[in-house]
């Protein structure tokens, strides 16, 4: 009985912490996440030794109308430079947030990786079959445009 009446204030408590937290913590604007993923793009791609093609930077416009996110995109022929990239992307402080048994496909290994701060994100796909390789797509969240 006497720990039942503790858990309701404990509850709040715990809801309030939470809600500062999150509070004190302000999503990036459009340009700090562009200018990061662009950042984080050019220091994954940049290693010679994962042999990815040149990156394809753009605006994408998947999201919801009145909304834009900007993307890069590369790819390698090389399976195996997939191990390499999600090691550099977990140095670099992204979380892994999806991985084979959510996203697998017939022919298709994926993992997506967040940053917990910028909420960039990379989706890496391993192709096996007639074309195996990988593609690193990274990812702002959407933004108003304008």
Do not use: I, N
Not at 18 to 26: L, S
Not at 59 to 82: I, T
Not at 110 to 137: I, K, M, N, Q, Y
């Amino acid at each position: 009985m006497r720990a039942r009446r503790h858990v309701l204030p404990a509850l709040l408590l715990c809801a309030a912490a939470v809600t500062a937290c999150m509070a004190a913590e302000r999503p990036p604007t459009r340009e700090e996440a562009v200018r990061q993923l662009d950042a984080d793009a050019g220091h994954l791609l940049g290693d010679a030794g994962l042999r990815l093609s040149a990156p394809d930077r753009r605006d994408d416009h998947a999201c919801v109308p009145g909304k834009v996110r900007h993307s890069v995109r590369a790819e390698s022929d090389l399976p195996e430079v997939s191990d390499g990239l999600l090691r550099r992307l977990r140095a670099m402080g992204y979380d892994r947030v999806a991985d084979d048994p959510d996203l697998r496909d017939d022919d298709q290994d994926v993992a997506v990786l967040r940053h917990p701060r910028t909420w960039v994100e990379f989706e890496l796909t391993v192709r096996s079959g007639d074309r195996p390789g990988v593609r690193v797509v990274g990812r702002t969240t959407c933004y108003p445009t304008g």
